[in-house]
Structures are given as structure tokens and as C-alpha cells.
């Protein structure tokens, strides 16, 4: 089953502590569908301008990405400059140019309008909301955030929530969200405003879900040289999904193999600049990773069975 991804497809040039990259390929929906797709089919949509490099997205394609819904037009691609300091404790935007992407307007292929499962990458909240008036009736919604679009666009975020299933989002975006100071109050809080999972990416330390009547814990994979944690939440968003739509449900269990998946593909990314890890990435291995983190995944609380198509986890 594919899952529906709409997201930035972006160039970034990146410097950290072990080394540099100039104009790789990168953008939420990049690093979403690299992960996706070595568990199922992907389809973007997203926005390029005429000097991205397309033939570097040929390896997704090969595994079975579906551009149809990336659209080229004249001018600058989406460009992202940045500076990691030491241990990767900081983290330090030096550019950011919108080019073609200031003015991105999603329209979701006809035949995609039927997708069943959606992820809304971390983009304006009044763009999700325009991709979730052109998807019928999917069964899973989920979507990222960032402390940008809740300082600056927090009704529209709001409004986002109302239709979410699941929503991706760090420690500090939580509490920010919410206005809270303590992470598992501000999950109940995001909850109360529509998406029955909150699942808080943790970098290193792995990842938490937070649900009405139970909590999910998996560590992060130890990694012996981080090289660049640039798009990790976008790969993990990707392996979380891609379990999700390969089950086909969505119970407890699922949830936790889900968040074990997501948790490795983070680990693959930050092992590499750009996607790069991923290109030669054998499924093999991706779910060795993901299974030796789901065996140490965690769950406290009561279990309410199964997600229904009327109900959700509201």
C-alpha cells in the first residue's frame, strides 16, 4: 500500500564536526521517501526548480517512489545552509532561500486523491491543510511540525491537529505547543486537540509514543560515528509510516514495531551526508536494525485494541 508524502525536495550544503557537503540532495520528503521505500511504495508531491539535479532521485525511483506529483518549474530550488558545533550540541541555520518553494501550491494527482495513508512533511500549516482538502477520506493521517510554524502560524497549526492521527514532534516542540513544561501533560494536551498519538522523537535517546491508555519507549540504535543528523525525524516519519501501511493496522503492536522502524531508519540517516546511506541500504539490514530495537520497545499502560475507521483514537 503507498503512502501518500507531501514535503519539501530541497538542496542542502551542510558542515559538522567530521566533514562537509555542498547542494546535496535533502528536504523532508527526500529523506521520508529514502526510508519509506525499502518497506513499500512512496508518492510525493513536492516542487523543484529547474536546477535540482533529478537524475540523483533515480535510486528512489528504482525502489519504487512515484514522482508523478513533483512538479519543475523555473527557478531556484528550496536551498538550506547550516553548521553543527561540536558533539552536535548546536545547530546553526546560516541560509535559508525559499526560491520555487515560496510559492508552493500542492495539487495531489487525481488518482492519489484515494490515498489511505498521508504524511504532511514539516511545511506551512495552510499547505497540509489544502493537501488534506484534496484526499478523500484516508485512514491515517500523520504529520511534522516545527517551533517555526508554532510561534508564527499557531491557528493554522491548530486547525492541523483537528485531522491529524498522528503527530511527529520533538521534546521542546511539545511543551512549546502545548505551553507546558512537562512532556507527558503536553502530550495529553496535543491529544485533547485531535491526534490520538503523539510520538516525540528524542534523537539518540530514541523515541516515545504517547496514546490515551498506554506509552511506547524505544531506545535509539548506538551509532559509532554520527556524521550529519540532518533529516533523521524525516526518516524515521518515513520507516514509522511504511510499517504502518505494510501492516495494514495499526494496534498496539504495530505501533511499537512501527516505532522500533522509525527509530533505525533515523540511525542509518545521521551515518551519512544527505541520503547517502541509504542508497546502497539493503532491506536485510534495515530490518535487522529495526527488530534488534523493537525487542527492547517498551510499553506501559492499559491497551485499547485497535484504531476504528469511525472513532480513531479520539
Known amino acids: 500500500m503507498s503512502v501518500l508524502a507531501v514535503g519539501s525536495v530541497a538542496l542542502d550544503s551542510v558542515e559538522t564536526p567530521h566533514g562537509s557537503a555542498d547542494r546535496v540532495i535533502g528536504g523532508s520528503a527526500v529523506f521520508f521517501c529514502a526510508a519509506a521505500s525499502l518497506l513499500g511504495r512512496v508518492r510525493v508531491v513536492a516542487v523543484v526548480g529547474d536546477d535540482y539535479p533529478l537524475a540523483q532521485l533515480r535510486f528512489l525511483e528504482a525502489r519504487g517512489v512515484d514522482f508523478e506529483g513533483l512538479v519543475q518549474v523555473p527557478g531556484e530550488s528550496f536551498f538550506w545552509s547550516g553548521r553543527y558545533g561540536e558533539g552536535f550540541r548546536t545547530r546553526e541555520t546560516t541560509e535559508t532561500r525559499l526560491g520555487v518553494f515560496g510559492a508552493f501550491e500542492p495539487r495531489i494527482p487525481a488518482a492519489w ?43 493554522s497549526l491548530l486547525g492541523v491537529l483537528a485531522r491529524l492521527d498522528v503527530l511527529f514532534v520533538s521534546d521542546e516542540e ?3 505547543l502545548a505551553g507546558l513544561d512537562d512532556l507527558a501533560a503536553a502530550a495529553k494536551w496535543i491529544r485533547e486537540r485531535g491526534p490520538g498519538l503523539v510520538v516525540v522523537k528524542r534523537g539518540e535517546e530514541g523515541a516515545v509514543g504517547f496514546h490515551p491508555d498506554w506509552t511506547l519507549s524505544c531506545p ?10 540532518t533529516g533523521a525525524g524525516d526518516a524515521f516519519a518515513g520507516g514509522f509510516m511504511a510499517f504502518l ?19 533505525a531508519m533515523g540511525s542509518f540517516a ?44 479520539r
Open 245 to 263: 501501511a505494510r501492516a495494514g493496522s495499526w494496534s498496539r503492536e504495530d505501533l511499537a514495531g512501527a516505532l522500533a522502524r522509525g527509530a
Open 270 to 313: 545521521v551515518e551519512a551526508f544527505s541520503v547517502d546511506r541509504f542508497r546502497d541500504l539493503a532491506p536485510g539490514e534495515a530490518g535487522r536494525r529495526a527488530a534488534t530495537l523493537a525487542g527492547m520497545t517498551t510499553i506501559e499502560g492499559e491497551f485499547a485494541r485497535k484504531r476504528t475507521r469511525a472513532g480513531g483514537w
Open 220 to 229: 535509539g540504535y548506538p551509532v559509532a560515528r554520527v556524521v550529519d543528523p
Open 174 to 176: 511539545a511543551m512549546q
Open 113 to 155: 486523491s484515494e490515498s489511505e495513508f498521508v504524511f504532511l512533511g514539516n511545511i506551512d500549516p495552510v499547505l497540509q491543510l489544502c493537501v488534506l482538502d484534496q484526499v478523500r477520506s484516508p485512514a491515517l493521517v500523520a504529520a511534522d511540525t516545527m517551533n517555526f510554524w508554532i510561534e508564527r502560524t499557531r491557528e
